[in-house]
Structure formats: C-alpha cells, structure tokens
C-alpha cells in the first residue's frame, strides 16, 4: 500500500514539472510549394436522406491488407421510439449525407443534461469505383451492408440552446475515444466549442507485423502506403466539417481548430495543408515526422518491411530506403511541418516516448520552425494517462490564440 501511495506521489510531482518553452525567435521558414497529387476518391452528389423511421441495421466494412474493420449500428425500436443496441441511448436523427467526400452515416442523440451528442461513420471509395447512391440505401430488411474502400468513425458534441464559439477537430490516436481525448473534448465543450473526434475503429496494425513492398522502388511503396491514410483522414475531415458547417452554418464566421493526439499527431499536418485557410490553432499532441522511421521504432509498430519475394530488407538496404523517402516529397510532416502557422502551433512531446520516438517529435518540431512546445517527463503512456493535469491549460492556450 505504500509503494502505491509513494508511485501517486512521485507521478504527481512529475506531472507539474511540465516544461514550457515558448516559440523560438528564427528566420522566417520559406516553405516550398509540394507538388501532391490530388487524393482519389469517388464523389457523389449532394444529398441529404434520413433514414428514419424504419431504420434497423448500418453494417460498414473496410476490406484492406493492412487494417480491415467491421463497423456496425444496431437501432432497436420501442413504443414508437429508436435507441442504440449498444448504448440503449435515444435516438433522434439517423440520416445519410452524400457529396463531393463520400458518404456519412450519422445518428444523432436525444440532448442529455444540455449536450448533444453524434455518433457518425463516414465511408469512401477510390474514383474508379463503381458505387450509386442506391447501393447506400437500405434494403428490403431495413438494413444497410457497404463495403467501401476506407472509413471513420467519429463522435460530435455540442451544447444545446446556444451557437458554439468555433469548431475544435480532435484527430485520435489508434485507441481511438481514450481518456486523454475524452478530457480534451470536455475542455473544450464547456468553453461552448463544439467538439468533433476523428478515429479509425476497430481494428489497428498488429505490432511486429510484414509489410510487402511490390514496388521496384520500396520507398516508394512505403509513400503509397502512407498517402492513403493521410488522404482517409484528409477527406473524413472535410466531410465531417461540412456536415458540423450545414448543422451550424455560424460556424463559418468563427474560429476552427486542428488537434492531433498520438498517430492523429501524424496525420494532422496533411489535414492541415489541405484547408490550412480555414484553421486558426494547430495542437500535435505525441507526434513526430518522418513516419518510415517511426512505424519501424514505434514500441507499438515495430513494422518489418519486405521486398515482394516476402524477405526482409538489411539495414544497409533500410537507411538507403529512408533516404530515399526524406528525398521524395509527400504528405508525411517531415515536409509539411514547415507549412504550419508558426504562432499558432503548439507541440506537446513525452520526453522519453517511444512510442513515437522523441527524437522524431524533436525533427517535428524543428521541421516546424520551433513553435511554443511542451515537453513532459515521462513516456508516451505517462503523458495520457494524466492528461486531466493539464488538459484545461491546453484548453486555455487554445482560446489565447483564437480570441
């Protein structure tokens, strides 16, 4: 018992010497225009269906190599009324929203002590994909069955009664809703943001795992692999953003923030510089660049790249790749850090993660042109675990910049 009370203590007092710095003073960074291709995904026109009253099944499955998931709302119906299989939670919207980002599934709650929130599974396919709006319609049963080519899912909340003072998106790590981001969000809500979290659901990249290369130019293969989870995430946001806008059209005239925990860290600089004229704070909470590097150190990735006979490459062969990869310009932070609004950036990094290893947070964070940056004495674990510590000077930062 009092090796317990001793390890409260010691985390305590760990946790209030967060180290601070501010913005270092440096030559303006002139950033270079990269040329990306544009993300390829199937556009659809502009509807809004509800699915309601009779609504009883959305099944949404990603069929990919690396992580494939199964997604599923169950609606149950009583007395003339819908609630969640899962959460037993009224229910009242479901509806579908189609446009130039996909598809998006939502469902909202019925408010509960003055908070309204949303549940939401947004849904894309490639360009070349052959996929009508009848196919996202439910069948006979009441039931919707998709497969698509990517998705997220992603939790809204708002107070009721009153027009929210801007737009907060919360890019999770692959946890997804953890207590870290839950804090965060409640932060935020009570200062009247209306709060969006973004994950991937369910499933996760198993640790040590094989990744076959078929390309005759690895790195390549590697920035492929990458570029189609930054382009998921990239078009998850801007459908989901268009969905908050349409709910609260003030929303336009106020201020939006972009926020990266862990691997939402990571792909956060590529939402950014797609709609970097919208965003006012950018907040990378455990990220870093150069992620061919961090998918092979990450202690949770621990990745092991192969040629396409299956046969692991040689360091000598891997430090080639890497240069490689940091010649070739892409969406991954090393190049789009150095595009983010040095004054309204702040970097939180564990300082012995590794997880997503400090030194690569520390490149983030030079990349980036060394913007105002906190740094916590502990790992990647230790960093969330006592989130609520300083979740409120987060909250409190964030309102400094946008005010």
Request: hydrophobic share 40%.
């Amino acid at each position: 018992m009092k090796s317990i009370y001793f390890l409260i203590v010691l985390t305590a007092a760990i946790g209030c010497s967060m180290k601070r710095l501010p913005a270092v003073a440096t030559l303006p960074i002139h950033a270079v225009k990269y040329n990306l291709a544009p993300c390829d995904i199937l556009p659809f026109e502009d509807k809004k269906i509800s699915l309601l009253p009779s609504i009883r099944l959305i099944d949404c499955s990603v069929k990919n190599e690396l992580t494939p998931e199964e997604v599923e709302f169950e609606f149950i119906h009583t007395s003339g009324q819908i609630f969640g299989k899962q959460t037993g939670k009224l229910i009242e919207e479901v509806n579908l929203n189609t446009n130039e980002y996909g598809a998006n599934y939502y469902l909202n709650y019925a408010p509960i002590n003055g908070v309204q929130d949303s549940l939401g599974r947004w849904c894309c396919w490639n360009e070349n994909a052959n996929i009508s709006i009848n196919y996202l319609l439910p069948d006979e049963l009441n039931a919707v069955h998709i497969e698509s080519d990517g998705g997220m899912i992603y939790r809204a909340s708002w107070n009721v009664g009153s027009q929210p003072r801007g737009l907060a998106i919360i890019l999770c790590g692959l946890g997804g809703m953890q207590h870290a981001s839950q804090v965060l969000g409640h932060a935020l809500l009570k200062r009247n943001w209306a709060v969006v979290h973004m994950y991937t659901a369910l499933k996760v990249p198993d640790y040590s795992m094989e990744i076959k290369l078929q390309n005759d130019e690895p790195a390549l293969s590697v920035i492929e692999i990458f570029n189609s989870k930054y382009c998921e995430v990239i078009n998850a946001t801007k459908a989901v953003r268009n969905r908050m806008e349409s709910k609260f059209p003030s929303l336009g005239d106020t201020s939006t923030a972009l926020i990266g925990i862990s691997a939402g860290a990571l792909n956060a600089p590529a939402v950014y510089n797609e709609i970097k004229d919208d965003i006012d704070a950018i907040i990378l909470i455990a990220g870093g660049a150069n992620m061919f590097e961090i998918v092979q150190d990450g202690a949770f990735t621990n990745w092991k790249f192969t040629n396409k006979n299956e046969l692991r490459f040689s360091k000598i062969e891997l430090a080639k790749m890497n240069e490689k990869y940091l010649q070739t310009p892409s969406r991954d932070p090393y190049f789009l850090a150095e595009l983010l609004p040095k004054e309204q950036t702040l970097i939180v990094h564990a300082k012995w993660d590794h997880v997503v290893p400090f030194k690569n947070g520390d490149m983030l964070y030079e990349r980036s042109g060394m913007p105002e940056r906190w740094i916590y004495p502990s790992g990647h674990l230790g960093l969330f675990a006592t989130f609520e510590w300083y979740a409120e000077d987060i909250a409190e930062w964030l309102q400094s910049k946008v005010n």
